[in-house]
Antibody, heavy 119, light 107 residues
Framework: QVQLVESGGGVVQPGRSLRLSCAAS????????MHWVRQAPGKGLEWVTS????????YYADSVKGRFTLSRDNSRNTLYLQMNSLRAEDTAVYYC????????????WGQGTLVTVSS | DIQMTQSPSSLSASVGDRVTITCRAS??????LNWYQQKPGKAPKLLIY???SLQSGVPSRFSGSGSGTDFTLTISSLQPEDFASYYC?????????FGRGTKVEIK
């Protein structure tokens, strides 16, 4: 069965960096685009970034462009989100999600990892 | 970016009620519209993709319709496990924006 397990969340001071990981299993990781979606406490869902199956194309929300970098290691079935220059407004649960491969929805999600940006 | 406007932001309904949630896109997105359900403390779950296709394992009381800019999610007979938040999302552009959500509460 498909599993996505995020890690790397925690408490970090404004301006510092954090790297999130998402370990994938149960499907051909190197065949699917992957996404990160975040949810601030008590708020709705915000799409953050996505990467094509081979890592050649990456897309970012304006709110994180220039600060966050998405990458993947298909040999390790792992997705990475490098978050630099963190701000209080980046505080959220970050979900890793698998693209359905049809250009439509996100069909599998991890359990999420909480990032808190606070001094 | 394409803006997604959902309404209502919340609603109260009883078990057995028919519930309708709407989502409007700021520009035409053809049928690139998906619906998710999220329960408190849990990850979202894909319910409907391509505006009206039911994701595998999702009960048939859920249905979606629409194309272009206007879309609808309908729950034909609300069940206790359906009390949750619902989000629409467009996948027409690579920046895959979500609506702000609709919280379905027990009346």
């Amino acid at each position: 069965q498909v599993q996505l397990v995020e890690s790397g969340g925690g408490v970090v001071q404004p301006g510092r960096s954090l790297r999130l990981s998402c370990a994938a299993s149960g499907f051909s990781f190197n065949s699917y685009a992957m996404h990160w979606v975040r949810q601030a406490p008590g708020k709705g869902l915000e799409w953050v970034t996505s990467i094509s199956y081979d890592g050649s194309n990456k897309y970012y929300a304006d709110s994180v462009k220039g600060r966050f970098t998405l990458s993947r290691d298909n040999s390790r079935n792992t997705l990475y989100l490098q978050m630099n220059s963190l701000r209080a407004e980046d505080t959220a649960v970050y979900y890793c999600a698998k693209d359905d491969g049809r250009g439509y929805g996100l069909d599998y999600w991890g359990q999420g990892t909480l990032v808190t940006v606070s001094s | 970016d394409i803006q997604m406007t959902q309404s209502p932001s919340s609603l109260s309904a009883s078990v057995g009620d028919r519930v309708t949630i709407t989502c409007r896109a700021s520009q035409s997105i053809s049928r690139y519209l998906n619906w998710y359900q999220q329960k408190p403390g849990k990850a979202p779950k894909l319910l409907i993709y391509a505006a009206s296709s039911l994701q595998s394992g999702v009960p048939s009381r859920f249905s979606g319709s629409g194309s272009g800019t206007d879309f609808t999610l309908t729950i034909s007979s609300l069940q206790p496990e359906d009390f949750a938040s619902y989000y629409c999302q467009q996948s027409y552009r690579t920046s895959r924006t979500f609506g702000r959500g609709t919280k379905v509460e027990i009346k």
